[in-house]
């Protein structure tokens, strides 16, 4: 009989690697098959994914780290069907994630998604995520989630993704590893892992800094991550977690109209260097994990959080926009304070013969934001701080209730969980100054998400699976932050979105060694949040427009005669709005020298590529610790605006890796080379979505190189 427990997570990793310890030997990542995987990626306990009703990628630490530069979340999710994720070679912008095309229209971190690591949550209650502080070098694995069982996470659940550290090994272990590549890029980490008696630690430290592909760009990252796991009694375990980043004065060097990238995709903007465009950003943040289990049938999970988030930024806003009072200025300067606390209660029983189990939980947290706006200049000196214009304090809290039911049988299986959200704005003005009026007021949001997942276990190696949900996204405190036409004050009218997903699929083993997965999914939204204006460095929002995001995933994993295999992720997503919408392409407008611009039914959601896909060919020489592999990649052509005035066009890449592997005694060396984009080729590696002065493109890197080594010692 299937072991089933409780989680709403679910399907099988696509890749053909199994779980591996942080930095594991060359025997364990040459073993690499297509051996059952356990996920954990919802609340409750560990599952077999390839016998659930979801869509879930678990991308295990070996293939985290195999020859890359272990920095952008990027450089893994490539492999992940459903998910597009753009490296922006701009580090002081988050990354562009989105998945089955949610997500993709944010400008400023991660939107639409829900962010984890280690189990705390680096989504913010409004729906905003960061992911600096996620560490690459430590992880052990790295889950993705799509489709109708993301609702169960609540707010802006588009997608999950989560990052789990690595536990220490037995024994103790240090490790020292460095990385160098094209246009300045370098990389040092120091890991001390191990476990003694009822503890289990790894702690690393992070040091990365690069000059830029571009002019302008230039970035330094320092971070820290720790987890540490005291196993109190065999029915209590406690996991620390904490982990810090900061990345000061970090270069901006804005995106290119394409005229600017076709004279050169090296430049910065002009606007750029004219105002010193930059971000500094510091992040401190604490986590508990308590795990008591009182009996076989009844368990407790508290989890809980606390920290904190600095960030300033210097814009490129012209003077004269600046001028009157009521505008915010072109520096931002925020402080938040965040925490939380989710709790469950998991109840494992039997009915009718099969496993059964109930989870039920309270998860609350919140936002305290200190925001403040100044001027970007001086008299005639530009991007420096000047007068403030704008200060305020913000607050955003949620609460929610959920609960989940998994029941399983030899041949079938049935997942199904409920959620409330409630989500409160609160702001409180205090730049009362002139024409500037007060502009305090809250804003109130809630929602009830269901989810139901069937799946028919057609045999030992073919599983065929539905499922639907709800899903619910209120706008972040970035959307509200702003009204149209240079009206003071937060936007609070706007509402939330709501989306129905709907979602099939299939997962087979047809012969040893070989897995097929596809899915057929849809989502449908009303309400969606889509850009009214985009002038002066401020993006305003309105609910005008039903979307639909239709598509295909399909991956295959296999290995064949000796050291051979291979992965490939392919997906078709039709992303399109469904009704008509007006929108403003300059400011003011409406007007009746400015009319505001029908956007059409039909017209495809900016951000978002049609085409996605994945391949690697690897060869792998046990004795002599050789891996070498050969990607492609290849990305759709990708709209840059809501009215489809241009499109980012189509790349095909090739890249090549090679690593060497050696066990001396005590010592495991690795040593890896990667050359990415072999070809040379020019393209844009990614848009930013409706950007006001036609600024859409970010240039990405011709032929580029990188060179690593990390040596680990075990006591």
Not at 42 to 59: H, K
């Amino acid at each position: 009989m299937r072991t089933t427990v409780l989680a709403a997570a679910a399907l099988a990793s696509l890749h053909a690697h199994a779980q591996t310890p942080a930095n594991a030997p060359p025997a364990q990542e040459a073993e690499r098959t297509l051996r059952p995987v356990v996920v954990t990626a919802t609340p409750g306990v560990a599952q077999r994914a390839f016998d659930t009703a979801a869509s879930i990628d678990a991308l295990d630490g070996a293939t985290i780290r195999d020859a890359n530069l272990q920095v952008n979340l990027s450089e893994s999710l490539v492999r992940v069907p459903g998910v597009v994720a753009l490296n922006r070679q701009n580090y002081a912008q988050d990354l562009q994630i989105s998945v089955r095309g949610f997500g993709a229209r944010s400008t400023f971190g991660v939107r639409g998604l829900r962010l984890y690591a280690d189990g705390i949550p680096a989504t913010a209650p409004d729906g905003q995520g960061q992911i600096s502080h996620f560490d690459l070098t430590s992880a052990d694995r790295i889950e993705v989630l799509r489709g109708p069982f993301s609702s169960l996470y609540g707010n802006s659940s588009g997608g999950v993704i989560s990052i789990f550290t690595a536990d220490g090994a037995p024994g103790l272990q240090a490790e020292a590893a460095g990385a160098v590549g094209s246009d300045g890029v370098r990389r040092v980490n120091a890991r001390f892992a191990g476990e003694q008696g009822a503890w289990n630690w790894n702690l690393n430290a992070l040091h990365f800094e690069t000059d830029g592909f571009r002019e302008h760009s230039a970035a330094k990252r320092n971070g820290l991550n720790a987890k540490v796991k005291w196993q109190g009694s065999p029915d209590t375990r406690v996991t620390f977690v904490a982990n810090a980043v900061d990345m000061p004065d970090t270069q901006d060097p804005l995106g290119l109209t394409r005229a600017e990238f076709e004279a050169d995709p090296r430049q910065a903007s002009p606007a750029a260097l004219q105002f010193n465009t930059r971000k500094s950003v510091d992040q401190q943040q604490l986590g508990m994990v308590l795990e008591h289990q009182f009996n076989e049938a009844n368990g407790l999970k508290l989890t809980g959080w606390r920290g904190q988030r600095g960030t300033e930024q210097f814009q490129a806003i012209p003077v004269a926009t600046q001028a009157p009072i009521t505008h915010p200025g072109g520096v931002i300067d925020l402080a938040r304070d965040f925490m939380g606390v989710d709790g469950q209660w998991i109840y494992k029983t039997r009915v009718g013969g099969n496993p059964l189990s109930f989870t039920a939980g309270l998860y609350a947290d919140q936002l305290d934001e200190h925001r403040q706006g100044f001027q970007n200049f001086v008299g005639t000196t530009l991007g420096v701080k000047g007068a403030q214009r704008r200060n305020e304090d913000n607050r955003v809290r949620s609460f929610d209730q959920y609960a989940q039911v998994n029941w399983d049988s030899e041949r079938f299986g049935v997942t199904a969980g409920l959620r409330h959200s409630d989500v409160r704005f609160e702001s409180e003005d205090h730049f009362i100054v002139g024409a500037n009026p007060d502009d305090s007021g809250s804003a109130k949001y809630s929602a009830t998400t269901p989810m139901l997942g069937l799946i028919w276990h057609v045999s030992d190696v073919l599983n065929v699976y539905g499922s639907v949900g709800r899903g619910f996204e209120t706008p972040t405190f970035n959307e509200l932050s702003y009204r149209p036409n240079g009206q003071t004050g937060l936007n609070f009218d706007l509402r939330s979105a709501y989306s129905r997903h709907y979602e099939v699929g299939v997962k087979a083993e047809p012969v040893r060694n070989w897995r097929v997965n596809a899915a057929l999914f849809q989502a449908n939204t009303s309400d969606e949040l889509v850009v009214l204006t985009n002038q002066g460095g401020r993006s305003t929002f309105q609910n005008a427009s039903s979307t639909r995001r239709r598509g295909l995933e399909a991956a295959l994993a296999g290995s064949w005669a000796e050291g051979w295999s291979t992965y490939a992720a392919l997906t078709w997503l039709d992303a399109t709005y469904r009704s008509d919408f007006l929108t403003c392409p300059s400011a003011p407008c409406p007007t009746a020298a400015n009319p505001p611009v029908v956007v059409p039914a039909g017209n495809r959601i900016p951000g978002i590529p049609r085409g996605n896909a994945f391949a690697e060919l690897v060869y792998r020489h046990a004795p002599w610790g050789l891996e070498a592999g050969l990607e492609l990649r290849y990305v759709g052509k990708i709209a840059v605006d809501d009215r489809n005035t241009d499109f980012a066009p189509s790349a095909t890449l090739w890249n090549l890796r090679f690593a060497l592997a050696q066990n001396l005694n005590r010592w495991t060396v690795r040593e890896y080379v990667r050359v990415d984009n072999l070809a040379d080729r020019d393209y844009i590696g990614s848009v930013i979505v409706n950007e006001g002065n036609r600024r859409f493109f970010e240039p990405a890197p011709g032929r580029t190189w990188l060179l690593g080594v990390n040596a680990v010692y075990a006591f």
